[in-house]
């Protein structure tokens, strides 16, 4: 029988057996005369190798037309590969971006990252730009005069958030370049009060519009 040694279905040739090899050479984990695998033996060996992820009795439910959406055409193994995640609902460098059994997604869980989660505000603290790329909603709070300024735009095109504005003393707010909002803004929030600002980055100005003082 013409025989080969494959580990993987890519290396399996559809071409052996030929017909009127020999029906015992089939199986076994070795032929008659060497240390390669029988056919039989060897094609469960490569889809235990090549789906090794696959274990317990749970059936893969995805259709091939979902699996093929990695792409949009056919999936490839590392494609694939990007469903292999460590917990629902945390991002992970290259990997399929999913959600926890209560609908919530943690984005940035790295050990370089913020740690920043859907919907979670971020504080900024005085004299601080408010970094696009470390959230979406943020939580000020002057202690004195200070800038309304933004950092990253570039990088956050098309991020939109809130930001809660709690200006304690009725501090001096100024607005930076990148910050485009009626003119009547920065005297409207250099009272004192709460307000709910929302944003909206372009890729190099942000446009806002604040809510009047909240109780």
């Not at 792409?71 to 460098?93: H, P, R, V």
């Not at 979670?120 to 470390?134: F, N, P, R, S």
Request: proline share 2%; charged share 15%.
């Amino acid at each position: 029988m013409a025989t080969e040694d494959a580990s993987y279905i890519s290396e399996l040739n559809a071409a052996y057996p030929a017909d009127g090899d020999p029906v015992g050479e089939g199986g076994g984990t070795t032929t008659g005369t060497g240390s390669t695998r029988g056919h039989l033996n060897m094609i469960k060996y490569a889809l235990k190798t090549q789906f090794s992820g696959l274990t317990g009795t749970t059936a893969v439910t995805a259709s091939e037309a979902e699996m093929n959406l990695m792409d949009g055409c056919t999936a490839t193994t590392s494609e694939l590969n990007y469903l292999d995640i460590a917990t629902l609902g945390e991002s992970a460098n290259s990997k399929a971006l999913t959600q926890n059994a209560t609908g919530e997604i943690m984005i940035g869980t790295g050990s370089a990252s913020t740690g920043v989660t859907r919907g979670l505000a971020v504080t900024i603290t005085q004299g601080t730009l408010i970094d696009l790329d470390t959230g979406n909603n943020f939580l000020w709070t002057p202690a004195a005069a200070d800038e309304f300024s933004f950092t990253n735009e570039a990088s956050g095109t098309g991020q939109s958030g809130f930001i809660k504005l709690i200006n304690p003393s009725g501090y001096a707010i100024t607005l930076g370049g990148e910050v485009k909002a009626v003119s009547t803004f920065a005297t409207d929030v250099t009272v004192a009060g709460t307000y709910l600002i929302t944003y909206f980055c372009d890729g190099t100005n942000v446009y806002v519009s604040a809510s009047a003082s909240l109780v």
